[in-house]
Every structure is written in structure tokens, then in C-alpha cells.
């Protein structure tokens, strides 16, 4: 095909617009503001989306698999507030992988739910983002959870520890990423979870057990969230209750813009990681610019509406259908 | 017919897709009150046609004509306001609304303040009905009426316009007898008021009854126009697909092996009772009966998606509990659904990943799915079903009814199982791949597999299989061996008529 038609171009367009819109953004804030493409500013950016990102990684095998995880943000919160409740408890050593069991625990409850229930995601997974965040309150009565021996503890290293120069949250981000980018493209259980958000029904009459599914995908999630509440806790030693409170669209805006479909069945890992960035750097951009953080809100909803539109019109190859 | 001018024309049409040439240069003139037949496999590019009449492709070079005018068509409204209409296989009508409302959607005659005018709707409405001679009125809900009356009311809408060309895709893909002959007088009375008709089916008898013309197609190309009265069934089949097809019964001649699967005294419910049978491996066993006979439902129990109330299933002499899917794999009980599309296949996934879904976990590398196992499995199986496709990276959705099918039983019999159920095997799928699939199940069984074969199709038992069970209302009426079926005894059994209770 030697000449594009407009119609090529138009798809081409739609399919890469959120790396194009994100090209010009880029060049925008960098005129606009010189400190935007320091290595500076890039690390920090990174740094900074560690943790929406470990969690991003784990509400990517959800949506493939056709379903939604809105409970990840209260979830961290819940992981956070316990992991430094326990730490001074039990120790350190005994506070991970207990506060790794209970964030599994409610990971299986919902998989449990979704999967082996067959309840809607959405419904499950809004409603566990409020049980949670009360389930949190009475943990903690309300209180900021705080480690009395800030300097005294080796917890610190997974949130303000770094290795061959690079932070310990960055480190655990791409580990992660690598790890469940290789489950989910080279796996049996990565196919599999492909066909039950492709089609559901055809990979039960092709003998997966969707349910298992369903819950392994729930659990991978609870686990990221829970090595996201790990970091928290260790990088600020000290938290709110409320600490993951929002962070559940984020993620979901993050997932969608790298171009997993809300149906499921489609995503990468790869994606995510790319979805991640291009948030963390317009939401920094928009800091660099002088705007008040709380402008991110408004934006994180307008980017999941782009992300969605874009979705929908490379799939029917143009911008609006006259069939509305 | 000659000399009038064409309501309707293509000319040379060429429509490409990425890496597909799905039409090549087709050409098709539709005359006032003729019916023209357009026919060709799956795949052979009617549907991309009809698309491109529709104005929901645009073709790369060509030009429809219509009335002698060149024109471009933008969407299915420009259609049908340049007056080509289209009833669609599947009727898009809106189930809770009366039949006025749906014949006039979008053009609901007003009076003041927007309200709609429903005296001149329903007088208006009753005329058109009055003309199709149908048994309801404009007040009906639509979501009441049989699917042969609301296709009835897709015609309706279609007479709103001044239509010049109605475009018929597979209308009785549903109706019973008695409805055909009623959608039948219809297109003649369209046909007597100078409208031209386009029909698109697969079923040779109705083309040879209704049709004057009939144009082929195959692979994108346009074969060609036979006058209907000048040709038959063979000639239109081998234009179809370009070679002879070999109709004849088959009846096999090789040792038949042990029993393979047994069923004793299945129930479930109310949905069939006491059903007892068995298949050997080497045979077919072809189960017949009226929709609601139960068949689909046995298949259903035995590939663990029902549970039985009562009875019991052995395969090869052992009594196996089935629960799930799951359980009936690992017994080696595969199904071809016969919701091709909603059960068998994943279509958004590629044809290699659908194949093997079954036993990706045995296709491994160390932790990994093996890349090179799943292409030689798909390699294999592409080659012996001769499955049509770019690659194995192609979109299942993408491809043909038949190809679809093909994959869906290469994914089960890549696994090697102890039987294989196979519900309606060539349901929605042409003559050239539907001899195909016969002539593969007829393969399968000289292979030593023991296969099922559900059909509400009696050429196609009568064709594949060695032994018949007649089903009726939940029991098994009658099983015939091959040399004792005849079209009539084995319609008695299905009709509850006559029949020794289960052989």
C-alpha cells in the first residue's frame, strides 16, 4: 500500500492518539517549563508511579480477564495501616508476610464473589471499596498509624532504599512488571485468562475453569496492592487511613490508557507499564505548570473518557459513529 | 426479461481488506420483478457485497448503479432512502413495541406539540399490512408475534419506501413450511408490482422454486448468471465450488471397536427421561428429532454443562461422574457446540491460540506454552481440515462460517478424544464445506473415533450416520441402523408416530 488513504490515516490516528496527544504533551510542557525533561524530574516521575503502578500491574490480569477491581485504593489502605500496626507488634520480619496474608485474604474474598459467585465486579468490588476502607477505621480507631522507631528499623529499605543507584520502588515496579509481563504472555494460566474475558462461555466449553480464574486474577491483584501498601508504609514510616483513597481510578485510568479493553480480553502488561508513565508525567507536568494537585482529579477522569473514546473509535475506525 | 432496465447494478466492484481481496471485480445486474439468486460459500463474499450495497463499506473500485444512476451509499438510511432495502437474517426490531411503532421508527407521524399522531399511524400502518396479507394489526406488540410474522413487519417497514430492490439475506433460515409459503407469496406479490428482489440463501430448493436468475460467486470473484430454468442443483453446486460433489450415502465398511460410550437410563428432569444408547468406536451415531426433542440437551449432559437427575454414563466400560466441562475433557468427551460463536469459539483470539485452548497446559516448555508445539499442532490440523486462513495469527472472527467450524473441531480432535459430539455440525455453512465437514466425520469414524452427530437436518443424518436414535419430546422413540432408515420411518419416530420404544 503505497499511498495511505485518509481513511489509514484516520485509523492510525485513533489507534496511536494517546501516544501522539502524549508526544505533543510532552513538547508542550518542556517550552513551557525547561525543568520537565530534567533526568531529575524523569526519575522522580518514575519514582513517584511506583506504587500506582505495582498496583496497576495487578488490575491488569482483572480487566483482561473481563472484570474491574475498584477496591485496589482502600484495599492499599488497608495494608498499609496494618503492616505498620504489626510492625511494631510483632516485628518487621513477621508484620510483611502476616499483612501479605490478610491482603490476600480479602483478594480470595472478592475472587470468591466474582469468580465462584459470578456477582458483577462493579458491584462487588464498590462495595468491598467501602467495607474495606470502614474494615481499615475500626483496625486502626480511626487513628494515624505511626512506627515509634523511625530510625531505629531496617523497614525503611523497600520505600527509601535504592540498589545500583536505583530506588528500591522503582526496582520492585519493573521486577514485578517483568515477572507478571512473563505469566501473562508466555503462561498456560496467562492464555487462559485471555479466553475468559474474550469469550467467557467458549473457554468454559473449552474446559477452563473460569472461576479459578477469575480468583487467581483477584489474588494476583490483592498481592500487588499488597507490595504497594509494603512501600508505602516504608517509604512515609508513618500513615493516614486514607492513604490509597482515590488511587482506585488512577489505576483504572492508567490500565484503559494503555489500551486494555474494559471488556476484556485484551492488555498487556507492557501497556500498563506505558500507561502508568504517560499519567505520572501529565500529572507531574501539570504540578511543573504550577497547578494545584487536586486539578489531577479533573484530569485522571478526562484521560480515562480520551482513553476510552480513542478505544472505541480505532475500533470502528473513525472518531463517530452515524449510528448513535 | 430482457430489455428493461436494471433497478439495480454493480459493476466491477473490488473491495480489499488488509491482506484480503474479499470482492474481485463483481458485476450483477438486478431487473424490475425478477428474483435473482445470489449464492456462494461461506466466505465467498455475499455478506462483504451486500456491505458494500449498504453503504457499510465503501468499495476500492466500482460502481453501483441504481435506476441507471451512479451512486455513492453512505449508510443503510441512503439505502434505503435511494430506495434498496435490506431484511436481515438477523431482525433488528424492537421486541416491546407495537408493529405501527416499528414499521415507522425515526418517521412517526406527528400533530402538535410533538405528539405522535396514532390514529394515521395505525391507518397507515394497516394498509401496508392489508397488502401483505398478514393475521395481526398495527397494534400489536411485536415481541408476541412468531419470528415468521415480525419478519413479516421487517417487510412492512421495507414497503414504507418506495423500495426499487429488496435484498432477502437468508429469510428462512427460521420459518417452518407454512411460513414459507406465505413469505413466498409476498416476494411474488413484490415481485408483480415491478420490484426487484435479490435473494441470498443457501437452500437450493427454495432457489429453484422462487428464483429466475442466479448469480455465483467464489472466493470474491463473480463465476457468473444462470437462467434458474436452464440449470440445476449440480450445475449451481459445481460453480459454487468449482469442482463435483459426491452426495451420495455413505455407509461404512470397516470393523467397528469397542463400545466407547455408554448411557444407561439418563434423565434430567423434564427435559428428556430415560435415554439409553451407546457408540462404538469406528461409528457414527446420528441423533434426530424436532427442536425441544432433547437432543441438545443429552449432548449438553454429557459434556457436564447439566447435571442428570437419574442414570448413569460409562465410558469405555467405566462409570464416570461429569460435572463440568473440565471432567468431560479429561474423559475425553469433546463438544462442538452449536452456538459456533458463543461457545466454541474465542473470536477476538487469534486461530492457533482457539485450536489449542483445550490443552494449553499440556503444550509446555518448562513453565511456558510452547510456540512450536502450538504451530505444528495448528500446522497439522490446517493441512488435514484444510482450514482457509492468511495464518494462524488471523482473528478467528474474521474468518468463514465453515473455516470457523473446522477450527472448532480441529481444536478437539488435536486431543486425541474417546468420543466426540459434534450439535449441528454444519448449521449456518455452505454446500461445498458442508460435503467437507460430512465427508470428515464420515473420516473421523474409519479412524476408530466414536462420534455423535446431532442435527434437526435429516439429509445430513441420513448422510453421516451408521446408526439413527429418533428422538421425540424427551425419549428415545426408536434407534435405526443404516440399512433400516428410511425418510419415512424415521419421520414417524420424530413425529411420535408408530416407533418401537427404544431399540
Known sequence: ?324 | MTGKTPVLRLENIVKTFPGVRALDGVSLSILPGEVHALMGENGAGKSTLMKVLGGIHQPNEGQIIVAEEPTVMSGPLDAKAKGIVFIHQELSLAEELSVAENIYLGELPRKSFGRVDWTTLAEKTNAILKKLNVGFDAGTRVGDLSIANQQMVEIARALTVDAKAVIFDEPTASLTDAEKVVLFEVIADLQSQGVGIAYISHRMEEIFKITDRISVLRDGQYQGTLNTAETNEEGVTQMMIGRKLDLSRNVSHHELGDVALEVRGLSCGDLYSDVSFEVRRGEVVGFYGLVGAGRTEIAETLFGLRDPSAGTILIDGQEVKIHSPYDAIERGISLVPEDRKGQGLVLGMNCRDNMTLPQVDDLKAGPFVSDGAEIAIFDQYRDKLDIRTPGWKQTVGNLSGGNQQKIVIGKWLSMHPNVLIVDEPTRGIDVGSKAEIHNLLRDLAAQGYAVIVISSEMPEVLHVADRIVAMYSGRVMRTFTSEEVTEENLIAAISGLGGDQAA
Open chain 1, 1 to 324: 500500500m503505497a499511498t495511505l488513504t485518509k481513511q489509514q490515516i484516520g485509523t492510525v490516528l485513533a489507534k496511536q492518539g494517546i501516544l501522539i496527544a502524549f508526544a505533543i504533551f510532552m513538547i508542550v510542557f518542556t517550552i513551557a517549563n525547561p525543568k520537565f525533561l530534567t533526568m531529575d524530574n524523569l526519575f522522580s516521575v518514575v519514582r513517584s508511579s511506583a506504587i500506582l503502578g505495582i498496583m496497576a500491574l495487578g488490575v491488569t490480569f482483572v480487566v483482561i480477564s473481563g472484570n474491574l477491581d475498584l477496591s485496589v485504593g482502600s484495599m492499599m489502605s488497608f495494608s498499609t495501616i496494618v503492616v505498620l500496626d504489626l510492625h511494631d507488634e510483632l516485628g518487621p520480619l513477621l508484620a510483611i508476610p502476616a499483612m501479605f496474608g490478610m491482603t490476600l485474604c480479602l483478594g480470595a474474598f472478592i475472587g470468591f464473589l466474582v469468580g465462584y459467585l459470578r456477582l458483577n465486579s462493579l458491584i462487588v468490588t464498590l462495595g468491598m471499596l467501602s467495607a474495606i476502607h470502614g474494615l481499615t477505621l475500626t483496625y486502626s480507631g480511626g487513628q494515624n498509624m505511626d512506627i515509634a522507631d523511625k530510625e531505629g528499623t531496617w523497614f525503611s529499605i523497600f520505600g527509601q532504599g535504592s540498589a545500583l543507584g536505583i530506588p528500591m520502588p522503582i526496582l520492585i515496579f519493573l521486577g514485578l512488571a517483568a515477572i507478571l509481563g512473563i505469566i501473562l504472555s508466555k503462561t498456560p494460566f496467562g492464555r487462559k485468562i485471555y479466553a475468559v474475558g474474550g469469550n467467557g462461555t467458549a473457554a468454559t466449553f473449552s474446559g477452563i475453569r473460569r472461576a479459578r480464574t477469575v480468583f487467581a486474577c483477584y489474588l494476583i491483584s490483592a498481592f500487588c496492592v499488597a507490595t504497594a501498601g509494603l512501600i508505602q508504609a516504608s517509604r512515609s514510616l508513618g500513615s493516614q487511613n486514607t492513604v490509597g483513597q482515590g488511587m482506585e481510578l488512577e489505576v483504572l485510568a492508567a490500565v484503559i490508557l494503555g489500551g486494555a479493553s474494559l471488556l476484556g480480553g485484551s492488555g498487556t502488561i507492557f501497556k500498563t507499564v506505558i500507561g502508568v508513565l504517560i499519567l505520572g508525567f501529565i500529572q507531574n507536568g501539570l504540578l511543573i505548570m504550577g497547578l494545584e494537585f487536586y486539578v489531577q482529579y479533573v484530569v485522571t477522569w478526562v484521560i480515562i473518557i480520551l482513553a476510552v473514546w480513542l478505544d472505541i473509535a480505532a475500533k470502528r475506525g473513525k472518531l463517530w459513529s452515524s449510528i448513535a
